[in-house]
């Protein structure tokens, strides 16, 4: 059975980071990549917090802390990336921004069977896969945030992936991640966020029309429908740009008015309240 040892994640902001950290306290060896020097320190700050955080909670020992930080490493140069068997790509929810960087790893990583996967929550698989040399080796494999704690990846093989290819991706996610998989359609927003996201906008709609303060509907779906979070509250925890960014996907596939970012959001992205990774979003976070 093939075993990938040596993984490489592009991006390290909320999704990118909780891979590289699953990935190392997995036993994986990990290169996380980022744009500039600056923000791959940023990922490496993140992932010790939050590798730290698991000490101080009890759920693992500072050996094994150290042991995955010791199997994490960084860089700015994606060029690095040329040992990989496996990469995924987490950079933000940008068409072109994704583009760029899955041509740039079709170019460096040296294994010609080396998957490429990418971790976009709405954009057609198959565009980028086309943007390759290696088509038949670049698959959708969506997490869901956070990462450390959320069990469910989507498998999203392009009309261009090969069934090895959806094989070997399954067998890592599930064997080595551990994580519990589904395969959902090369479709705008896949499964889960084709339904999740039309449900967080009626909520942003309710607070702009005024029939619901923002902590009645959370508390109203924490309470009535046992969600762990409401749905602004999990709007800040996604990011609103994000959010945003997720919707003109599916605005744009689908057409259909339930996709479409009501005002609010996008006055919120535009004053840079992003939710919690900006101190302000629905809530305030700054304490
Ligand atoms: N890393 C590791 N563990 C973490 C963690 C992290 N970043 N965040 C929370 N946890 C663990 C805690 O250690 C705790 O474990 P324990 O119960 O064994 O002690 C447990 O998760 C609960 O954490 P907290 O007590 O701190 O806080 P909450 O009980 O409020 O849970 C939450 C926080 C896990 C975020 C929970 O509210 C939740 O699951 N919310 C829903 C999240 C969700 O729906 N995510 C999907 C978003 S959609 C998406 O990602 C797709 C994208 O394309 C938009």
Known sequence: METIAR?????????GSGIAEVAALRGIDVLAAEATREAAEAGRRRITGSLDRGVL???ISEEVRDLALARLSF??????????????????????????VIQTLDKVV?????????????LPIVDLAVATERPEQVIGMHFFNPVPVQTLVELIPALTTAEDTLDRTRR?????LGKVTVQAPDRSGFVVNALLVPYLLAAVRMVESGSASAEDIDRGMELGCAH???????LDLVGLDTAQAIADSLYDEYREPLYAPPALLRR????GRLGRKSGRGFYDYSA
């Open 7 to 15: 993984l490489g994640v592009v991006g390290c902001g909320l999704m």
């Open 57 to 59: 909670r009890g759920k």
């Open 75 to 100: 860089t700015h140069d994606l060029g690095n990336m040329a040992d990989r068997q496996f990469v995924i790509e987490a950079v933000a929810e940008n068409r072109d921004i994704k583009t760029n």
């Open 110 to 122: 040296a294994d010609p069977r080396a998957v490429l996967a990418t971790n976009t929550s709405s």
């Open 172 to 176: 890592f996610a599930t064997e080595q």
């Open 228 to 234: 762990p979070m409401g749905p602004l509250r999990l």
């Open 268 to 271: 919120m992205v535009a004053a």
